[in-house]
């Protein structure tokens, strides 16, 4: 069993390995990584004066998928009514905006955490916490999270740290400061062995580490999971290279390329004579561009064109890329322009998104375990103790499946009315949320429990 200050230094070395993987993940997202396929001889060459073009598939795919998670409720127990006290604590937290960024955060890095803990109020407070200042320590025998840190830096420089077990929680400041100006992301860069100093420590009276990850993609052998961009980086960098190339062309083989021959006249000319007519002739053919006639001073001046470079093989090639990305993304063809037309139906929009929905489904499911535990212990800190009732506890989200309004309305108002669902259950599968639900029962006289 680990010391703190061992649980510490571990997790410490544990964010500073982590933490290159996560940045150059943060880049795809950002558009700003660098232009990859290129030959170092002409990256030398033009000395930073290529302009790549970028287009930021990479956040289409984490947004998509992320468009789709959003939690609307928990239940008690499957098939129960959503819970209102439960639903109250997770507003009371801002949840609503917090785990939007929370679920971005773990499909773009790999994982992303919350810590509840008492609040000022004595309330229960949830926060949600970003992977470049959290990391957990799991137990190989049970995989049970047994330590947590979170650290950052403040504004004074110094760099703070609480590291939680199932113990104890202690506090810690370094003893030198960090000049804030070398900081990324408001974090140590690189990471420098410090002494710290306690400032507190306290008991947990909860017993568990109260630090709960979302990872996206676990594995057993890979815990942490790993980002939603993993697999489209590269396709990312082959499509940017092909832009820029085909930007390139354009400039200089796409365009029209004119020459002209013989249009020095044979005269005995001196040097600098000739030099200076050459200058003037160069002259009058750069302001010809826009000019309809061009006049040569010699009868045997010849004027011609350089065939002009298809750019097709630009298009082809990037098409074939971009359409690995919707394969691997799962995301619609539409979506990436693939199509020469859009689906003509809904069904035939919901064929095209049945992996993007089933994509969407999966995280859901893998995500509820963590929100569930969350609530417990939330609900844990509140009332002082646990409540059994929560062993079953269901976590509701928001349909991830698209569909149109009439389509929806139709199908359940008929199931309805053949007695083969509630009434709560058609309004739910109508993308309600619980609480919409709640209302509309309320007001309405022809309630099926």
């Not at 249009?263 to 000019?291: G, Y």
Request: net charge negative; hydrophobic share 40%; aromatic share 6%.
């Amino acid at each position: 069993m680990r010391t703190p200050d061992e649980m510490r230094d571990y997790l410490a070395q544990k964010l500073l390995l982590q933490r290159g993987d996560m940045l150059t993940a943060n880049r795809y997202y950002t558009n700003t990584q660098p232009l990859a396929f290129m030959d170092p001889d002409i990256a030398r060459m033009v000395e930073g004066r290529l302009q790549s073009l970028s287009v930021n598939y990479a956040r289409l795919v984490v947004d998509v998928l992320a468009s789709r998670l959003q939690v609307v409720g928990f239940a008690t127990s499957p098939g129960a009514a959503a819970d209102a006290a439960l639903w109250q604590l997770w507003q009371a937290s801002d949840m609503d905006e917090q785990s939007q960024q929370a679920h971005l955060d773990a499909l773009i890095y790999g994982r992303s955490f919350y810590l509840v803990w008492v609040g000022a109020d004595g309330q229960p407070l949830i926060t949600a916490e970003s992977p470049l200042q959290c990391a957990i320590h799991r137990d190989p025998a049970t995989r049970r999270t047994i330590g947590a840190i979170k650290r950052w830096v403040d504004d004074d420089g110094y760099t703070r740290a609480i590291v939680f077990t199932e113990s104890e929680v202690v506090e810690y400041v370094s003893r030198s400061r960090i000049d804030t100006t070398l900081l990324i992301d408001r974090e140590p860069a690189p990471f420098t062995e410090d002494a710290y100093d306690i400032t507190s420590v306290m008991p947990n009276t909860l017993g568990i580490v109260p630090m709960v990850s979302l990872v996206n993609r676990p594995r057993l052998q890979t815990p942490d999971g790993e980002s939603e961009l993993t697999d489209v980086m590269p396709l990312v960098d082959a499509i940017n290279k092909l832009g820029t190339d085909l930007m390139v062309a354009a400039e200089y083989s796409a365009s029209p390329r004119r020459y002209v021959t013989g249009a020095m006249p044979d005269t005995h000319a001196t040097q600098e004579q000739a030099t200076e007519l050459a200058n003037r002739i160069e002259q009058a053919w750069e302001r010809a561009r826009a000019s309809k006639f061009l006049v040569a001073p010699s009868e045997k001046t010849a004027f011609g064109q350089f065939d002009v470079a298809s750019l097709n093989n630009y298009q082809t090639a990037i098409q074939l890329l971009t359409a690995q990305i919707a394969a691997i993304a799962a995301l619609p063809p539409s979506y990436l322009s693939l199509l020469n037309s859009n689906p003509t139906s809904a069904d035939a929009i919901r064929s095209s998104e049945a992996r993007l929905t089933s994509k969407a489904e999966k995280r859901q499911r893998d995500w509820s375990g963590a929100y569930e535990q969350l609530m417990r212990l939330a609900v844990t800190i509140e009332r002082g103790q646990g409540d059994p009732r929560l062993v079953d506890m269901e976590t509701l989200w928001q349909s991830a499946e698209p569909t149109t309004i009439a389509q929806s309305a139709d199908a359940e108002s008929k199931l309805y009315a053949a007695g083969i669902i509630d009434q709560r259950s058609a309004l739910t599968e109508l993308g309600y949320s619980p609480q919409d639900i709640e209302r509309i029962q309320a007001n309405t006289e022809d309630v099926i429990a």
